[in-house]
């Protein structure tokens, strides 16, 4: 912008909208609220759009499902979490390695239902969860 049009713009004081604009928008609303809908085929298409969007996110956890089976077959179960075997080898300092061991079974158990209660994340949420580990 120019100078000249920065300062015209300066000068120029704010103005509200006219009393009774308020009124008009109000009376469009009611009358546009009170006519309900126009047609059959507009009620048609939003249950046709809201089946779409149930069917898409359907099928998105069926593929995300499906992925992560594919990826547990090709890699083989999800390995131990470090804090786990790390956990492990403190008690087997303190006891012995078959209470180390059945601890850290237990707590794999509970890590393997956690993860497989919670909802699927797919591939990027698996691969930034292994990189945790």
Do not use: F
Not at 89 to 117: F, I, N, P
């Amino acid at each position: 912008m120019s100078d000249d049009t920065e300062r015209i713009l300066e000068r120029l004081c704010p103005r509200g909208a006219p009393p009774e604009l308020r009124q008009r928008v109000l009376e469009a609303v009611g009358k546009g609220l009170a006519a309900g809908p126009t047609s059959r085929w507009g009620r048609r298409w939003g249950l046709a759009v809201a089946a779409g969007l149930l069917l898409g996110v359907s099928l998105n956890v069926w593929a995300v499902r499906t992925v992560d089976r594919r990826l547990a077959r090709l890699y083989g179960p999800t390995p131990v979490p470090r804090q786990i075997t790390e956990y492990a080898r403190t008690v087997e300092a303190v006891t012995d390695a078959a209470t180390a061991h059945w601890m850290e079974e237990q707590l794999y158990t509970v890590y393997r239902q956690r993860h497989k209660s919670s909802p699927p994340a797919g591939l990027g949420s698996w691969m930034n969860d292994m990189s945790k580990l």
